[in-house]
């Protein structure tokens, strides 16, 4: 279980969710699992669903854990729902960790979720200007990757950080480049601390940090011991929390021509009959 507050990438205020990683088959080398994560935004018509496994094996020629996952991601968010696929990638050591995550939209992207219709602005050089403002919200699809290492200076708290790069688009938004810095720390066997900021041009710096309750064995236990290819196999799966949501005004006109006045009535003539 875990709580995170502050701003992310696609969301406001934080987030709460329950985690499930389900071992399908293990051995001790190897380990196939599902996991499966519910998360509200702190909001009770904002959550979202991840449903996913994956599989990990131990390589004795490169000494270390590769990882294959894939999820399917289904986001809420008022009165709209949208969809992704993810697939990823990790290549994991006691001491170093890679991984990389691409997300795919499926389906409906954009929807318009406030319209003011064509409001009359008045007359511009001989034209009636009617303004139509609409707010769009659009699904992002994009790519991630980071890398990181234990930290030996907290090493009582098994602490590690991360450094990463993200890139998302959609039609009509301008491709957006961020990076990322994360810390996780062990404060207890069943307890971790998260902090991670962000920076990139449409959302801006963001900054969130949370807590985490483990009801399992942790990932990596704390003290001064190497981690064993054991607690590696067993290493959550890290990904983006959220399908990516932001919000959009666009503007559209439309120039009526002010039609010309009619000419002045003609005085009629008088006719020799209608004199008589």
């Given at each position: 279980m875990r709580g995170d507050a502050g701003d992310g990438i696609g969301y406001k205020r934080g987030f709460t969710h329950i985690e499930a990683m389900l071992p399908i088959w293990q051995g001790d080398r190897s380990l196939t699992f599902a996991d499966v994560r519910l998360v509200n935004f702190l909001h009770e018509n904002r959550w979202e669903y991840n449903l996913g496994g994956g599989y990990r094996w131990y390589s004795d020629r490169y000494q270390r854990v590769f990882g294959l996952n894939a999820f399917y991601d289904a986001r809420k968010t008022g009165d709209h729902y949208y969809q992704q696929l993810g697939i990823g990638f990790e290549t994991l050591t006691p001491n170093v960790e890679f991984r990389t995550n691409g997300y795919f939209i499926v389906g409906a992207a954009h929807r318009v979720i406030a319209d003011t219709g064509f409001v009359n602005r008045g007359v511009v050089n001989n034209n009636t200007v009617f303004q139509?403002?609409?707010t769009v919200e659009t699904a992002l699809g994009g790519l991630d990757a980071e890398i990181g290492c234990r930290l030996p200076f907290l090493d009582r708290y098994a602490a590690r950080g991360y450094i990463g790069y993200y890139t998302y688009a959609a039609e009509g938004i301008p491709v957006l480049h961020g990076i990322r810095g994360r810390l996780e720390m062990q404060l207890s066997e069943q307890v971790?601390?998260?902090?991670s900021v962000?920076?990139?041009?449409?959302?801006?710096?963001t900054v969130t940090g949370g807590l985490a309750v483990?009801?399992?064995a942790p990932a990596y236990r704390t003290g001064t011991g190497r981690a064993s290819w054991y607690d590696v196999l067993h290493q959550r799966v890290v990904r983006d929390v959220n399908i990516v949501i932001t919000n959009t005004t666009v503007g559209s006109t439309n120039n009526v021509p002010v039609p010309p006045a009619p000419p002045p009535a003609q005085p009629e003539e008088l006719s020799v009959e209608s004199l008589r």
């Open positions: 139509r403002l609409q971790s601390a998260h902090f962000q920076n990139d041009r449409l959302f801006d710096t483990h009801f399992g």
